[in-house]
Structures are given as C-alpha cells and as structure tokens.
C-alpha cells in the first residue's frame, strides 16, 4: 500500500464530500432553523470534514514521522467521538428512527478505536496490518458510514420533528 497515494486520494474525496454536503444543505436552509436537524447536518458534515483532516496529516507524517499523524488522529477522533456521543444523546429524545443512533453509536465506536490506535499503534498487529493501514480502514469505515447517513437524511429518516432543546 502506497500510504502517500492512499492519503491524498482519500484527503481530497473526503472534502470533496464535504463541499458537496455544503451544497445539499444551501439547497435546504430550512435543516439549518431547527436546532435537531441542524445537528445532525452537523454531524454529517464532521464524518467527512475529520476524516479528510486525518488524511492530511497522515500524508504529512507519513511513515517517516509517524507521530505526527498518530497524535492528530487521537485529537481528531476525540473531537469526532465526543461530538458524535453528544449527538447520540441528543437524538435519542428527537423521536427518529433507530437508524440514526445506531449509525452514530458505531461512528463513535470507529473513532474510539482511531483514537486507540493511534495512541496504542501495536494494536495493529492483532489484525495484521501496519497501524497507518489500520487507521485507513477505520477511515474508509467512518466515511461509508458518513454516505449511509447522508442517504437516509435525504431520504427523510432525518428530518422527523424534534422536541424543542
């Protein structure tokens, strides 16, 4: 695996994605006035905006530097897995189906583990990888998920109403 190649291909899909979300949600100012659709809009748009900052400095550090990359997914993950766990939170109360806690519940789940290998990468070795190949699985992992999201939201699993904050 060319870890470079991968990175760079993945840092510019993944915001790709993100100004493509950005134009879906321009399109639909009315998700942005309710606080529970605006969250989740939200936490869209971080499954594609953390994975794509992840990439970046998974090119940066490389194999050569492996610390860069290895603290800034810690953060990153962190970041992802505390705003995912609150919207977990959040959206339990708002009435929407299963889905869409389900999908979270498993997002922040992939983030602690990001988290886990960039802080522990010989944790890698239990699936046989290099934990710079452990982190893009994780990574292409978060990101279909992010599609999944985006899918059913359009398809209107998100936009149920929602009980005031």
């Not at 993944?14 to 100012?29: A, D, I, K, M, S």
């Not at 983030?111 to 290099?130: C, T």
Request: charged share 15%; hydrophobic share 55%.
């Amino acid at each position: 695996m060319d870890v470079s190649t991968f990175y760079a291909l993945f840092s510019a899909t993944c915001f790709t994605l993100v100004g493509l979300w950005w134009n879906v949600v321009q399109g639909h100012q009315e998700w942005l006035r309710e606080p529970a659709l605006r969250r989740i809009v939200g936490g869209i748009y971080i499954s594609f905006l953390l994975p794509a900052l992840m990439g970046l400095f998974a090119q940066v550090g490389g194999v050569e530097t492996p610390e860069i990359w290895r603290y800034s997914f810690v953060v990153f993950a962190v970041i992802g897995c505390v705003s995912t766990l609150r919207l977990i939170g959040r959206s339990g109360r708002s009435g929407s189906s299963v889905f869409l806690p389900l999908t979270q519940t498993v997002a922040a789940l992939f983030y602690a583990l990001i988290a886990l290998v960039g802080a522990r990468p010989e944790l890698a070795d239990i699936v046989g990888l290099k934990p710079i190949q452990a982190e893009a699985v994780l990574l292409i992992l978060l990101v279909v998920l992010g599609h999944g999201l985006v899918w059913k939201f359009m398809a209107g699993e998100g936009q149920q109403p929602a009980d005031a904050d």
